[in-house]
């Protein structure tokens, strides 16, 4: 599903200053259907190499294939085209639309598929309702963001990432933003749908507790992958149940 090649990234110190190397040579795959954790310190380059395999920015060296394309061969237009169609995103700070309700939220990417794939607006409500539900939601369907606790917010999160049925969902530092029963439940639903759907999931995080629930840990330092390591995801059925006050 994802092939990263050499990937580097540098950027230009200031003046004569010397360039900063922030991801050094990664190579990695990620299979289809794979949970992947991304796991390192302040400055190892995590979300620098989670932009790069979504495609959010390009490469200093060295290239990325998403569900088959080769994201060096798109421009700009290209891959927003992509992103909208088989990618979705869930962000430690959430970042709900705040003059949107939570069903809303969630009815935005579908919003936004091409004409071929975009649903009528009846059926774009019934699949963001029953996302919503999904997540322990139901009854906060026409609250704003303002309204919600982080727990609930980061829930719309999930359900939006979900609408458009996306190949890939990145996820950066889902739980960073909540306490840890709140960032518990939370990853469960997150690890639940994706089970369901068979999506592949890149999280990036500095939790060890959280990355341990993923297929394989990968390990960076010094924007270098230091080494991988396996996981112990959860069996179906072992998350805790949605709980609206969250």
Known sequence: MIVARQLTQRYTGAGSGPALTVLDGVDLEIGSGEVVAILGPSGSGKTTLLGLLAGLDRPSEGEVE????????????????????????????????PT????????????????????APAEADRRARALLESVGLADRLHHHPAQLSGGE????????????????????EPTGNLDRETGDEVSGLLFDLNRDRGTTLVIVTHDPELSRRAHRIVHLSGGRIDRVEDGTPPAAGSSSPPRASA
Do not use: K, M, Y
């Not at 569900?67 to 869930?90: N, P």
């Open 153 to 172: 917010q980061q829930r719309v999160g999930i359900a939006r990432a979900f609408a458009h049925d996306p190949v890939v969902l990145f996820a950066d």
């Open 66 to 97: 998403l569900a088959g394309i080769a994201l060096g061969t798109l421009d700009e237009d290209g891959r927003a085209a992509l992103r909208s169609e088989r990618v979705g995103f869930i962000f430690q700070s959430f970042h709900l639309l």
């Open 100 to 119: 949107l309700t939570a069903l809303e939220n969630v009815r935005v990417p579908l919003e936004l598929l091409p004409p071929e794939r975009l649903p």
